[in-house]
C-alpha cells in the first residue's frame, strides 16, 4: 500500500530490482481478491509477534515503518492468463503459505 518509491526501496534491498511492483495506497487490488481486514485479535496474537522476531530479530530483516493499513489481511495468489490458479489467504499475517508448493504444476 506503499507508494512506487517505497516499493522500489524495498524491492532493492532483497536484489529484486527487475521484478514488476504494484503500489495500491488505496487497497483497490486486496478489496478486488476480497481480502478483508483483520481483527485485533488477528493481527495482535502470540502466533503473530512470534513470527515478527522470527524475521525482524533472528533473520536480520529488521522493523520497518508502519505503511498503509496494518490491519489488512494478506494473500498469496498464483495468476495465469487471468485466471487464478491458486490462493492462499491468511487467518494471520503470520501464515506462511508453501510457495513452492503453489507454484508447482500439481
Not at 517505497?6 to 486486496?30: H, N, R
Not at 515503518?65 to 492468463?81: C, R, S
Amino acid at each position: 500500500m506503499g507508494s512506487e518509491e517505497q516499493g522500489e526501496a524495498f524491492f532493492s534491498k532483497y536484489g529484486l530490482d527487475d521484478v514488476a511492483l504494484i503500489s495500491d495506497p488505496k487497497a483497490e487490488v486486496y478489496k478486488s481478491f476480497r481480502l478483508g481486514r483483520g481483527t485485533v485479535g488477528e493481527i495482535f496474537n502470540l502466533k503473530v509477534w512470534k513470527r515478527g522476531y522470527e524475521s525482524a530479530i533472528k533473520a536480520g530483516h529488521g522493523i520497518g515503518m508502519w505503511v498503509g493499513d496494518g490491519f489488512q489481511m494478506p494473500g498469496v495468489f498464483l495468476i495465469y492468463k487471468g485466471k487464478i490458479l491458486r490462493e492462499f489467504r491468511h487467518d494471520t499475517p503470520a501464515d506462511r503459505p508453501d510457495y513452492v508448493e503453489m507454484a508447482s504444476s500439481k
